[in-house]
């Protein structure tokens, strides 16, 4: 069987009843909208159905939306069927509350680091994880730094003198 | 005869920690790390019983950096990534922009990019093989490949101008066309590396110490590698043949031939091995793509970037006399072009495996969100498992082998 678009939005919404998913045909890869308890049975579902086989994760990462009340944090999923190669995308809409999501961890051992790189940058609690703590930031730092209200330095203020970083400016 | 009976450990003083294994840090700046990463070793005289790697030394936070740069700004953060081949970062990135902004490049600037990126393709292995060789205590071969290396350098420079951090290429093509030099060293490069890698080749690959000590080791299963996100030469090694260039083609890729080479047991020799073999294919891709190069006649032989005024920087002359030039060129460096909205995720084959992009832009002049899909970061977590029960000098042959990158890792 090819495993077309129709293929798999039928497969999935036969297991999940019609309504509860959300799909995205427009974007570049088939895009995949869950219910944020449901991730993790998504997810295994994807990963046994032998039609599916979805069994490779290529990327796993979070969007901060401030402006979406109720759901701020996006968790993004690649998945990719490596046999038919067909790539899928699978996103989750956390509260920036309780940011709670299962953990992969035991369907892909590769999750480990990714759900760490996510929970270390913008908080998300992956419930299930062995290990989660920071990853590449300090261990002592009490903030998620890819979360929208920490912008970066504005490239505009005049408040910094050139002089201290030795390109002229008004020093003597 | 007197009897010889083992003497027991003299009793440790009260307070003092009762173990029987030596806790080891190897990294974060040892020479045999090759990079800056730390693993704490739990040894067992010279067993490894556990490791911990940590990650993060030169965390420079590149996706928030990305968040208020125009795309052009971009392209030299992608550089430093895997800095042993960034010319493969940067186009990733450029065809990332592409895809999002529906540009269609000329098939000469296809080929172009190709010749440039399996050159960073050949270059990244060549030093991840020799440093395998150092490792494994063979010098010489590093020696023999370095020139080579210079050379690929020498033709970055020729085109781009700089040689490591290159920030090579601009969205729609190159900055300016190939001159003459680039593709005599081309020549130069193509005529004399085959019975360079062969030279290197016969000192290693029946080399009964070399296959000693890297046969076996480092070992894991086609089954573990996918499980743990495994991609380019390491997860081909495991016996997968999975390739970006072949599953979703890109740059034209698909108008070329080329083998995969597969390994089956997925240890460091396979892992050499299968290095070796990507740098065999590489030449036969350059020598494809060059020949198609040479196929252009006319204006045709003369373009080396697509029209796209909104993102690629006029020539300096026309700036300096023609009003539009002057215009676009203002609008581009002041970061003053709107990107569409949309949402994309491009891959391409880098030197570790796949090298991904998710760009996000909600309509302003900056990524929204930005995230590298870092192959070195996702396969290095797999690293206690490889090591677990070997000797502490077969772990260092291992990390060589996996060619990790610092910079690829921290981001």
Known sequence: ?172 | MTENKLVPNLPLPSGSIQKQTTTMNLGPTHPATHGVFQNVLELDGETIVDAEQTVGYIHRAFEKLAERRPLYQVTPITDRLNYCSSPINNMGWHMTCEKLLGIQTPKRVDYLRIIIMELARISDHLICNSIVGVDTGAFTGFLYVMQYRELIYEIYEEVCGSRLTTNIGRIGGFERNFNDIAFQKLEKFLAEYPGVLREFENLFNRNRIFMERTQGGGAISAERALSYGFTGPNLRAAGVDYDVRVAQPYCSYEDLSFDIPVGTTGDNYDRFMVRNGEMWQSLRIIEQAYKKVKEFKGAEAEVFHADVPEYYLPEKMDVYTKMEALIWHFKIIMGEIDIPKGEVYHAVEGGNGELGFYLISDGGRTPYRLHFRRPCFIYYQAYNELVKGSMLSDAIVTLSSLNLIAGEMDA
């Open chain 1, 1 to 172: 069987m090819v495993l077309t678009s129709e293929n798999i939005m039928a497969l999935v919404d036969e297991k999940f009843g019609r309504g509860l998913l959300t799909w995205n045909e427009n974007s570049d890869i088939l895009t995949l909208t869950v219910p944020p308890e449901m991730n993790l049975k998504v997810l295994q579902f994807l990963f046994e159905n032998d039609q599916l086989g979805f069994r490779f994760l290529t990327d796993l990462t979070a969007v901060h939306y401030p402006d979406n009340a109720g759901s701020e944090i996006a968790v993004v999923y690649h998945l990719h069927n490596l046999v038919a190669n067909v790539r899928l995308r699978m996103k989750i809409f956390l509260p920036i509350e309780k940011p709670e999501a299962f953990s992969a961890t035991r369907i892909f051992s590769g999750a480990n680091w990714m759900e760490r790189e996510t929970y270390d940058f913008f908080g998300v609690i992956f419930i299930g994880h062995p290990n989660l703590k920071r990853i590449l930031n300090v261990d002592e730092m009490d903030y998620f730094p890819m979360r929208k209200e920490y912008p970066l330095e504005d490239q505009t203020r005049i408040d910094k003198d050139d002089a201290m970083f030795g390109r002229g400016g008004s020093f003597n």
